[in-house]
């Protein structure tokens, strides 16, 4: 494993371990004990912000972020391998962002997964797109945020604010990671 390489093996091990323990004895226990709730969180459970973004409620909602993970980490990490923990801060601060939004668009419904972190390396992966290779789509993101959006907002039970969020905290990260170091720019 080199150095550029080991957060995303390690937020997908620490995902997968969660849903297993989802799945096991007590496992209805550690979701609501874990999952993003604004009156818990309101009441001083802070961790929640944090581990929500490892549960998942069914193998294919964790199927789906790991391998989204996996897609957008090998650019984007092994791209910010020359600092090792820029990628580690874009994607806590994504799942964070993604906490945030879910608060602001469902404070009192209960929200779990890692996709608003995974939407937050789509909107880096965007700009670093933009900024180094000169192409909104040069790795194909546009289409995937564009089919993704769309079942946010058409489907009920998917946190459009934790989506949204990490969206938006993910696209800023990766404008001020890619647009200052961009050819052209002083």
């Known amino acids: 494993m080199s150095r550029g390489n080991w957060f ?16 096991g004895p007590g496992g209805a226990r550690i979701t609501s004990r874990f999952a993003l709730y604004g009156p818990a969180v309101a009441e001083g459970e802070w961790w929640r912000l944090f581990t929500s973004g490892f549960l998942h409620g ?52 209960p929200a779990i997964g890692a996709s608003g972190a995974v939407f937050g390396l789509g909107g880096a992966m ?23 959006l769309v079942f946010t907002l058409a489907m009920p039970g998917i946190s459009k604010g ?15 990671l890619f647009a200052r170091s961009s050819p052209g720019r002083d």
Do not use: K
Not at 81 to 86: D, G, K, L, T
Not at 142 to 147: K, N
């Open 8 to 23: 995303h093996r390690a937020a997908i091990t620490a995902c997968v371990a969660a849903f297993m323990l989802q799945n």
């Open 162 to 176: 934790g989506h949204l969020g990490g969206l938006a905290v993910g696209a800023a990260f990766g404008w001020l």
């Open 126 to 148: 965007l700009l670093r797109d933009r900024f180094e290779l000169g192409d909104w789509n040069a790795s194909g993101t546009v289409p995937w945020i564009a089919i993704n």
């Open 58 to 109: 069914s193998l294919l909602h964790l199927g789906f972020n790991m391998l989204m993970l996996y897609f957008f980490a090998r650019v984007l990490e092994l791209r910010l391998a020359s600092s090792p923990w820029q990628f580690p801060l874009l994607y806590v601060a994504s799942l964070l962002g993604g906490s945030l939004g879910a608060l602001l668009l469902g404070y009192s419904v």
